[in-house]
């Protein structure tokens, strides 16, 4: 293990520029997913009723606390999808290095060890830095922890890295490095996983049919098991609509396009179609989750007014509606950062194919559309099915506390979609340098 770990750290330090990008997007995954978990364990740590004068009392019963920490340790998983994203970057180049070791005499347990170390090194420095801007932050705001919170701080800043490490290894579970440098690439069935999610989310709606339909049952938690199988039925129902019209549009435009750069965006899809649910996966679930917010604080707030609440009572309401929407947008900006780093990823793979189109002759313009296409189009149907599981979300909300149906959550799957094509067009200059004749002399 001591040579696995001293090789680890030479390759880390003697990374060419492409890797230090890498590492410096694992850094900072590393370092947002410390900060969430981090602020989760102090608020856990508060014991019983206290007075906070922060956030309009919404930290100062158990039962808030608990909701506040359930949506920081939510807002990790797009975070841990941003840092397998960022495990794929380079995965082909690096195969070469792998390859060699196992000239050498390497086991490909032992090269799997060693790509996980080198992952946690850089995780160990996001985690690091994450732990000194919240020290600096309790500092200033002159808040002492409890003893049992800074044993949540140390396994955390310790956990981060074993965690990212772990999902740096899972991410690179398909690329499998051979002593004869070659390497064989298998996705993974992402259908038998979005079967294993409908089972799992028809199962929470079935628990919470008869937790509804027992006696005492009518309360909030079996109306949060069915929100919570909504949103993932609707989520796994959206990822494999992406990869099942990816594979369709592919067939089908590749007989018919007429334009290059239908064409060309076509052929990849149909070549992989699997590879825009695997980029998509959180974003379509942050769209279901956003949809159903932004109807449901509609809802509440109309319903909170009607009431005839004081400001300063209305306050308490509208500061937790507000966190949570930060929240469902901080899960958002990390899951458009995923699409980003994944178009990178998918560039920089193909570079040896974009090199030889660019050294035929296809023009920038063509293969910077055939970017942009390959997220356009099978994100449009995937979009539409996760915004009608949304506004279900919302609407069986509204009826149940006979609230009016608000219009405005039509417009997020829009406005997702436009973001989605400008995280994806952030690529376009990595594009331009892949995309380059002269880099047929390095494939």
Same mark, same amino acid.
């Given at each position: 293990?001591?040579?696995?770990?001293?090789?680890?750290?030479?390759?880390?330090?003697?990374?060419?520029?492409?890797?230090?990008?890498?590492?410096?997007?694992?850094?900072?995954?590393?370092?947002?997913?410390?900060?969430?978990?981090?602020?989760?364990?102090?608020?856990?740590?508060?014991?019983?009723?206290?007075?906070?004068?922060?956030?309009?009392?919404?930290?100062?019963?158990?039962?808030?606390?608990?909701?506040?920490?359930?949506?920081?340790?939510?807002?990790?998983?797009?975070?841990?999808?941003?840092?397998?994203?960022?495990?794929?970057?380079?995965?082909?180049?690096?195969?070469?290095?792998?390859?060699?070791?196992?000239?050498? #005499?390497?086991?490909?347990?032992?090269?799997?060890?060693?790509?996980?170390?080198?992952?946690?090194?850089?995780?160990?420095?996001?985690?690091?830095? #994450?732990?000194?801007?919240?020290?600096?932050?309790?500092?200033?705001?002159?808040?002492?922890?409890?003893?049992?919170?800074?044993?949540?701080?140390?396994?955390?800043?310790?956990?981060?890295?074993?965690?990212?490490?772990?999902?740096?290894?899972?991410?690179?579970?398909?690329?499998?490095?051979?002593?004869?440098?070659?390497?064989?690439?298998?996705?993974?069935?992402?259908?038998?996983?979005?079967?294993?999610?409908?089972?799992?989310?028809?199962?929470?709606?079935?628990?919470?049919?008869?937790?509804?339909?027992?006696?005492?049952?009518?309360?909030?938690?079996?109306?949060?098991?069915?929100?919570?199988?909504?949103?993932?039925?609707? #989520?796994?129902?959206?990822?494999?609509?992406?990869?099942?019209?990816?594979?369709?549009?592919?067939?089908?435009?590749?007989?018919?396009?007429?334009?290059?750069?239908?064409?060309?965006?076509?052929?990849?899809?149909?070549?992989?179609?699997?590879?825009?649910?695997?980029?998509?996966?959180?974003?379509?679930?942050?769209?279901?989750?956003?949809?159903?917010?932004?109807?449901?604080?509609?809802?509440?707030?109309?319903?909170?007014?009607?009431?005839?609440?004081?400001?300063?009572?209305?306050?308490?309401?509208?500061?937790?509606?507000?966190?949570?929407?930060?929240?469902?947008?901080?899960?958002?900006?990390?899951?458009?950062?995923?699409?980003?780093?994944?178009?990178?990823?998918?560039?920089?793979?193909?570079?040896?194919?974009?090199?030889?189109?660019?050294?035929?002759?296809?023009?920038?313009?063509?293969?910077?559309?055939?970017?942009?296409?390959?997220?356009?189009?099978?994100?449009?149907?995937?979009?539409?099915?996760?915004?009608?599981? #949304?506004?279900?979300?919302?609407?069986?909300?509204?009826?149940?506390?006979?609230?009016?149906?608000?219009?405005?959550?039509?417009?997020?799957?829009?406005?997702?979609?436009?973001?989605?094509?400008?995280?994806?067009?952030?690529?376009?200059?990595?594009?331009?340098?892949?995309?380059?004749?002269?880099?047929?002399?390095?494939?």
């Amino acid at each position: 293990m001591k040579a696995d770990i001293r090789i680890a750290w030479i390759l880390a330090r003697g990374s060419e520029r492409r890797e230090w990008w890498r590492i410096s997007l694992t850094v900072l995954g590393a370092l947002l997913a410390t900060g969430f978990a981090l602020a989760a364990a102090t608020i856990a740590a508060v014991q019983g009723q206290v007075s906070i004068p922060y956030v309009h009392g919404l930290l100062n019963h158990p039962g808030e606390r608990a909701g506040v920490v359930f949506t920081l340790v939510l807002l990790l998983v797009p975070v841990l999808g941003f840092l397998g994203q960022c495990a794929r970057i380079g995965a082909v180049h690096r195969h070469r290095r792998m390859a060699g070791m196992r000239l050498a #005499g390497a086991s490909p347990a032992q090269v799997r060890r060693i790509a996980a170390v080198e992952a946690a090194f850089a995780c160990l420095a996001g985690s690091s830095a #994450g732990f000194a801007a919240f020290a600096v932050l309790l500092t200033v705001v002159g808040h002492t922890p409890p003893p049992v919170a800074w044993a949540g701080f140390v396994v955390v800043v310790l956990g981060v890295p074993v965690v990212a490490a772990l999902v740096s290894v899972f991410a690179l579970r398909h690329v499998v490095a051979s002593p004869l440098d070659h390497v064989l690439r298998t996705g993974p069935d992402q259908r038998r996983r979005a079967v294993l999610a409908s089972l799992l989310a028809v199962g929470l709606i079935a628990v919470a049919a008869l937790l509804h339909l027992s006696p005492g049952g009518r309360s909030m938690k079996p109306l949060a098991l069915l929100v919570l199988g909504l949103v993932l039925l609707t #989520g796994a129902g959206a990822i494999w609509v992406t990869g099942a019209f990816a594979a369709f549009m592919g067939r089908r435009l590749t007989l018919r396009a007429k334009s290059p750069a239908v064409l060309i965006a076509a052929s990849r899809l149909a070549h992989d179609p699997w590879a825009a649910a695997r980029t998509h996966a959180a974003l379509l679930l942050v769209t279901v989750v956003g949809v159903g917010f932004v109807g449901v604080r509609g809802v509440l707030l109309t319903a909170l007014g009607e009431d005839g609440y004081r400001p300063v009572d209305l306050a308490f309401y509208t500061t937790g509606i507000d966190l949570a929407g930060a929240a469902v947008l901080i899960a958002l900006a990390i899951s458009l950062c995923g699409l980003a780093v994944g178009t990178a990823e998918s560039l920089a793979t193909r570079r040896r194919g974009l090199a030889a189109q660019a050294a035929a002759g296809v023009p920038h313009g063509v293969l910077a559309r055939a970017t942009l296409l390959e997220t356009a189009l099978p994100l449009a149907p995937a979009l539409l099915l996760a915004g009608a599981g #949304g506004t279900v979300v919302y609407l069986a909300y509204a009826t149940l506390v006979g609230g009016p149906v608000p219009l405005l959550p039509l417009l997020v799957p829009v406005t997702v979609y436009a973001a989605c094509l400008l995280a994806s067009a952030t690529s376009l200059p990595l594009l331009r340098r892949v995309a380059h004749p002269a880099e047929l002399r390095f494939t």
